[in-house]
């Protein structure tokens, strides 16, 4: 039996290993927008080097390898909650993990210095570890979305492992001074230490998938939005755009499509710099944001065109929503280079009680509102090619 197990550590600590090495080759073409990778290859390497040491207890001595082997392992079940805040992007305090550490270290040094107890041992490192796990657990099930099946899996293999941790800590107690360590032939402690081994490969293959799903979603992000607003991407808008015309044609309803154009844009980039015209479109998307409807869509036509659709309204509720986006980005100021600076937008509307429920001529006529708005001075709402609602003096 004490090869078997001395085989099973072996094989725990290259596998570990190997797994390791394998998320850090991934972590290198991965976006950084996927966190939490690099910490998950060191906590394998934390337990590989972890359970070496333990499988060493015959070479060296135990008050040097009990000690540091369990910090070791219980480091890696630490850094696994750090690759997981990380992951889920959520902050957390480093301080409680070390003297987490320090106290796991200290008990073990204790119960195998002043008072040799494997009992005591396997019930202070099981119900640390245990305790971590759970913790780890429990933040990746906050963390799931409804379809996250990854990051659901992951969180129960990590139950798994702390559900095996606590039977062994449990087994061990109830033999009182009878039990005997993995390598004293006990079959017991060989299954509980072998589930675990493969638990653990099971949780990093659950991270990697995670990290697969999130590359998935990351990916589908930016086919869908614009990099720098964060709004639809005109393919995107013009989907969806074309889906809410088609439940409007279904109901019988109305609707209206809202063309916007930043006033003066070229200057504010030849003035200020880019990194000024990105900040504007930004502070514009923002404004817009908070006026808008849960229904209504919004997306990035050009450069700095964007356009918004608006279901369910009538074209006197387009013109109001568009009057009162225009006011808002006049007074809004903008922190370019230290300094406030304002901008204004010229609108154009069109609505389907005129063009009908076809998108090509909504906007076609959105956008010839759009250039009457410019004509006529800029900072302008244009319901119709020929009626314009100015800034100032409301319809006329």
């Not at 918004?308 to 007074?331: C, F, G, M, N």
Request: glycine content about 8%.
């Amino acid at each position: 039996m004490s090869l078997d197990a001395r085989t099973l550590v072996l094989f725990a600590t290259l596998i570990g290993i190997v797994l390791a090495v394998t998320m850090l080759v991934l972590r290198r073409g991965l976006p950084l927008s996927v966190k939490g990778v690099s910490a998950w290859a060191v906590a394998m390497l934390l337990q590989a080097g972890g359970t070496l040491a333990v499988g060493l207890r015959s070479v060296l001595p135990d008050l040097m390898l009990l000690p540091l082997g369990n910090t070791l392992v219980v480091a890696g079940y630490v850094m696994q909650y750090v690759a997981v805040m990380r992951y889920l992007e959520r902050p957390y305090r480093k301080g409680p993990l070390w003297a987490l550490l320090a106290v796991v270290y200290a008990s073990t040094f204790w119960f195998t210095a002043a008072e040799d107890s494997f009992p005591a041992r396997t019930a202070a490192f099981g119900g640390v570890c245990a305790s971590v796990l759970c913790v780890v657990a429990y933040e990746l099930l906050r963390g799931a979305s409804q379809r996250s099946v990854a990051t659901r899996f992951t969180a129960f293999v990590v139950i798994a492992i702390a559900l095996v941790m606590m039977a062994r800590t449990a087994y061990t107690l109830s033999l009182g001074r009878e039990a005997r360590t993995l390598f004293s032939g006990d079959p017991m402690q060989f299954a509980f230490v072998a589930s675990y081994v493969a638990l653990g490969i099971g949780s990093a293959f659950g991270f990697m998938l995670m990290i697969a799903e999130k590359l998935r979603s990351e990916l589908a992000r930016l086919a869908t939005l614009d990099p720098l607003t964060g709004v639809y991407n005109r393919r995107t808008f013009g989907d969806l755009a074309g889906r809410e015309i088609s439940r409007a044609s279904r109901l019988g309803t109305e609707l209206a499509v809202v063309m916007i154009d930043i006033d003066h844009f070229k200057s504010v980039n030849d003035r200020f710099g880019h990194a000024a015209g990105d900040e504007v479109l930004r502070e514009f998307v923002t404004i817009a944001r908070r006026g808008l409807r849960r229904p209504d869509l919004i997306g990035r036509y050009g450069g700095e065109e964007f356009c918004i659709l608006l279901p369910d309204t009538s074209r006197l509720e387009a013109v109001h929503v568009a009057q009162r986006l225009r006011a808002t980005v006049e007074h809004a100021e903008v922190a370019v280079h230290g300094a406030a600076t304002r901008f204004t937008v010229s609108v154009g509307i069109a609505h389907s009680d005129r063009t009908g429920l076809e998108l090509d001529a909504l906007l076609r006529e959105a956008d010839l509102a759009l250039y009457r708005a410019k004509a006529l001075g800029r900072n302008q709402v244009v319901s119709e090619p020929s009626t314009p609602w100015l800034a100032h003096s409301g319809a006329t």
